[in-house]
């Protein structure tokens, strides 16, 4: 997967899109980029840049606005001001027509990355912000506190749907990243992949994260349900796929469970079948830099009733941290040469 470190932000533009007008409120300056704004859009683009839920997609093949004006901007054929007032124009006639899809501000940026340039779109929907109101009764001071829905999510807030487009070529794997999240009221209300399908018109295909984070979840899933109360065996499988993930750079599901499960071909064609059902995935190309951040802090639920954090280094040094296996389904873990410890 293509992680992204070197943004720069080069143009950013704002318009309203308030299902409450008639028409789109559509700006005709580009923001001043002095440096609080430009703090502000670069954490917001870096946030989901790096969001596990950042999809790879391509276009549809059928024309789309989104990706004809996309295309003529990358490649510098139309103004960044025009082109963001049309992207602006083309989701407020989508919320129009589908209804109640939630208010919000549209930024458009442009982007240089070290993979090149991109075209950002940044559907900021307003978040409830407390104010207080200062009136004047009868020559004396009285304050409330009221609502304002009009607020932007913050540098800190992770935002529920964007997207960054590439130029588009018949070589590049993938032409757009996108974030399209969903809660129970956006697939009740407001129509399903309203964002991926409608506005974009793309396509979400996987990438190495995504076959990488789905075997795991499987993997772990499978453990649990099929190994409740054999302690043993689930270490046997979260230690070998723990090993593979280092090691390897691709993984072949059925031979981890070969592996694995060597002499118990039942339990070897369940948990074949059951990832390849849950997680979809059969051949994964690992990505190292996902497994780093993943096995960085292992979290381990004991018996219910106790937590334990310890990064990967502890956790592989049997010097510090042992896992026993004492031969009837239970295992022992042993924490070693404690010289200092605090409670919490």
Not at 124 to 136: G, L, S, T
Not at 193 to 214: A, P, Q, W
Not at 254 to 270: L, R, W
Request: proline share 2%; hydrophobic share 35%; charged share 35%.
């Amino acid at each position: 997967m293509e992680y992204i470190n070197d943004i720069t932000v080069n143009e950013a533009i704002i318009h309203i899109l308030d299902n409450n007008s008639d028409e789109a409120i559509l700006n005709e300056y580009t923001l001043d980029l002095n440096e609080e704004i430009y703090a502000f859009l670069n954490k917001h683009v870096q946030k989901c840049l790096n969001d596990e839920e950042l999809k790879y997609a391509i276009f549809n093949e059928e024309r789309n606005i989104v990706k004809d004006l996309s295309k003529e901007f990358l490649y510098g054929e139309c103004d960044f001001l025009e082109v963001s007032k049309e992207l602006a124009r083309q989701l407020f006639l989508l919320m129009r027509s589908k209804g109640n899809i939630p208010s919000c501000d549209l930024i458009i940026l442009s982007i240089s990355t070290e993979y090149g340039p991109l075209l950002g779109i940044l559907k900021m929907d307003y978040i409830k912000n407390y104010v207080h109101a200062v009136d004047f009764i009868d020559n004396k001071i009285g304050i409330n506190i009221i609502p304002q829905y009009t607020g932007l999510p913050g540098s800190g807030q992770r935002l529920q749907k964007c997207t960054f487009i590439k130029p588009i070529s018949d070589e590049a794997k993938f032409d757009l990243m996108v974030i399209d999240k969903q809660n129970k009221k956006d697939k009740e209300e407001y129509g399903s992949n309203y964002f991926i399908n409608n506005y974009l018109g793309c396509k979400v295909i996987d990438n190495e994260r995504d076959m990488t984070k789905s075997f795991v979840q499987a993997a772990e899933k499978w453990t649990r349900t099929n190994l409740k109360e054999n302690a043993e065996a689930q270490e046997v499988v979260r230690s070998t796929i723990k090993k593979k993930l280092r090691e390897e750079e691709k993984i072949d599901v059925k031979s981890v469970a070969d592996e694995i499960f060597d002499e118990q071909p039942e339990t070897k064609q369940s948990f074949v079948e059951f990832v390849k059902e849950q997680g979809g995935v059969e051949n994964i190309e690992v990505d190292k830099q996902w497994v780093e951040k993943k096995l960085k802090r292992i979290r381990l639920k004991i018996d219910k009733d106790i937590d334990l954090y310890i990064n990967e280094e502890a956790y592989s040094d049997n010097s510090r941290f042992e896992i026993i296996r004492n031969g009837d389904g239970t295992i022992n873990m042993t924490i070693k040469h404690v010289s200092n410890y605090v409670e919490k």
